[in-house]
Structures are given as C-alpha cells and as structure tokens.
C-alpha cells in the first residue's frame, strides 16, 4: 500500500468567453481540452491528461458544482460569486479574465440622476438581486427589484423598469437599445474557485495548476 492512486481532477467552466479565456490558463498548466463544447454537445469534455477532465455547465450553476465537490475547481466571474455567496469555496487567484463592469444603465431620455437626487422611488430589473440591492442601499435609493435571467435591456424599452443593473463590456449593446451606462458599480473578472475539502485533500495534485493560472493569469494582466 505505498504507491498512491492519481487523484482525478474535473473542472467547471462554462461555454463561451469563461471556456475561451480559460484556455491559456490550462495551456500554461500542459493540459488541453480534446473536444470543443461549441460542437460537442457533450458535458464532460476529457484533455490531453487522464486524470482531468473538464465539465460544461452554465456560468451561474459553476460555484454550486464546486461547492458541493461535483467539481473540485472552476471559473466563475465576480457577479456570480457575489450573488451565490461563496460558500464552502476557497477563491485564491483571480483570474483577469471575462473582464466587463457592472452598471446602471437607463434610457437616454431619462433623468436617473435627478431622479435619485429627488428621491424617487426606482423600478430596477436586473439578474443581480444581491449586488444591486447592495449598490442602491449604501447609496440610500430606494428601489424596486425587478429579478431577470436575460435580456435586461429590453425591460426599460418597454415600460418594466426604470433602469437596469447589467455587465457592460464594449457597451455598444447598452447603445443598440438607447440606453446610457448612469452609474459604474463595480470591476468584474473571473476568479479561480476551489472546493475546500479538494483543496486539502487534492493539494499535491491541485497546487501546481494553481501556480501556472496564476503566472499565466499575471502574464495576461501586464
Ligand atoms: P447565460 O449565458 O448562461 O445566461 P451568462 O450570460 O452570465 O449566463 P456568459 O455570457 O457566458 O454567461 O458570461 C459568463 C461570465 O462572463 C459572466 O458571469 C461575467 O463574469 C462575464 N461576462 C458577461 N458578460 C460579459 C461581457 N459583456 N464582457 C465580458 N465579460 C462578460
Ligand atoms: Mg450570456
């Protein structure tokens, strides 16, 4: 009974820029994917390494595969993490990946910050309950949370809401619809997450591709 077992590693991504960007990451760490998840309709994807494999799930659905040790680690972005809450999850690097912000956008013919400086009372539609509940709080705006899983544009154009708590990138989505960036609440990137009970038990296996997302992550941001 000497000789130890390899312990199997899988990792959560989801399809799309997280998968896309996370590449180099892996790259760096000598481990490459076999199938591609835009073609493959399969949702475990095996590499180049037996011992590792890969899982396709949805972005939002990433730290709660990792929570419970469905998948030892993942990539999620900081909007995910924040409204998921972290639990049961070890968040050591991040990334400098998937980079956007959050923000409040709003109609250009609306005046959001009159609006606020006169009190009004703000419908909100949003897929961030939490953070913007949190951004409105400490700014002492009163508002009504409107929850949607997509698409938060459109709620402004056709009377659902106010404004809207949405990732913004190149903001030429937010311009395609009328709408101006109001209020810049936070940076967002992707973050490494690691099952805690992995991290323990899977150190050996785990750290060294710890370490080569985190040179190659420092690499991408400089
Ligand atoms: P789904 O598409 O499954 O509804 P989603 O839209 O959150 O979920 P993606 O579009 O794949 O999923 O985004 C994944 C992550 O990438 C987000 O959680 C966020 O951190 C980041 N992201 C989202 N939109 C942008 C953007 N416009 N530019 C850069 N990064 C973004
Ligand atoms: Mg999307």
């Given at each position: 009974m000497t000789h130890s077992v390899t312990q199997q590693l899988t990792l959560a991504l989801s399809k799309g820029r997280i998968f896309e960007e996370t590449l180099p990451l892996l790259q760096a760490a000598g481990i490459t994917v076999n199938e591609d998840p835009e073609t493959s309709r399969k949702l475990i994807l095996g590499t180049n390494d037996p011992s590792v494999r890969v899982i396709i799930i949805r972005a939002s659905d990433v730290p709660t595969y990792v929570q419970y040790g469905a998948a030892d680690f993942g990539v999620a972005g900081k909007d995910v993490l924040l409204e998921h809450g972290g639990e049961g999850l070890y968040q050591p690097?991040?990334?400098?990946?998937?980079k956007c912000r959050m923000s409040v956008a709003a109609p250009a013919d609306f005046d959001y910050l009159t609006a606020v400086r006169q009190g009004a009372r703000l419908r909100i539609a949003t897929k961030y309950l939490l953070t913007a509940r949190e951004h409105f709080a400490a700014k002492g705006v009163h508002v009504d949370l409107i929850k949607l899983?997509?698409?938060?544009?459109?709620a402004p154009l056709v009377g659902l809401s106010d404004a809207i708590v949405d990732l913004v990138s190149t903001g030429s989505t937010l311009r395609a619809n009328n709408l101006?960036?109001?209020e810049h609440i936070m940076d967002i990137s992707s973050r490494l997450v690691v099952n805690q009970a992995a991290l323990k038990l899977k150190r050996e296996r785990l750290q060294p591709i710890l370490d080569a997302f985190e040179r190659a992550s420092q690499r991408i941001s400089a």
């Amino acid at each position: 009974m000497t000789h130890s077992v390899t312990q199997q590693l899988t990792l959560a991504l989801s399809k799309g820029r997280i998968f896309e960007e996370t590449l180099p990451l892996l790259q760096a760490a000598g481990i490459t994917v076999n199938e591609d998840p835009e073609t493959s309709r399969k949702l475990i994807l095996g590499t180049n390494d037996p011992s590792v494999r890969v899982i396709i799930i949805r972005a939002s659905d990433v730290p709660t595969y990792v929570q419970y040790g469905a998948a030892d680690f993942g990539v999620a972005g900081k909007d995910v993490l924040l409204e998921h809450g972290g639990e049961g999850l070890y968040q050591p690097i991040d990334l400098n990946i998937a980079k956007c912000r959050m923000s409040v956008a709003a109609p250009a013919d609306f005046d959001y910050l009159t609006a606020v400086r006169q009190g009004a009372r703000l419908r909100i539609a949003t897929k961030y309950l939490l953070t913007a509940r949190e951004h409105f709080a400490a700014k002492g705006v009163h508002v009504d949370l409107i929850k949607l899983y997509g698409s938060m544009e459109l709620a402004p154009l056709v009377g659902l809401s106010d404004a809207i708590v949405d990732l913004v990138s190149t903001g030429s989505t937010l311009r395609a619809n009328n709408l101006v960036e109001v209020e810049h609440i936070m940076d967002i990137s992707s973050r490494l997450v690691v099952n805690q009970a992995a991290l323990k038990l899977k150190r050996e296996r785990l750290q060294p591709i710890l370490d080569a997302f985190e040179r190659a992550s420092q690499r991408i941001s400089a």
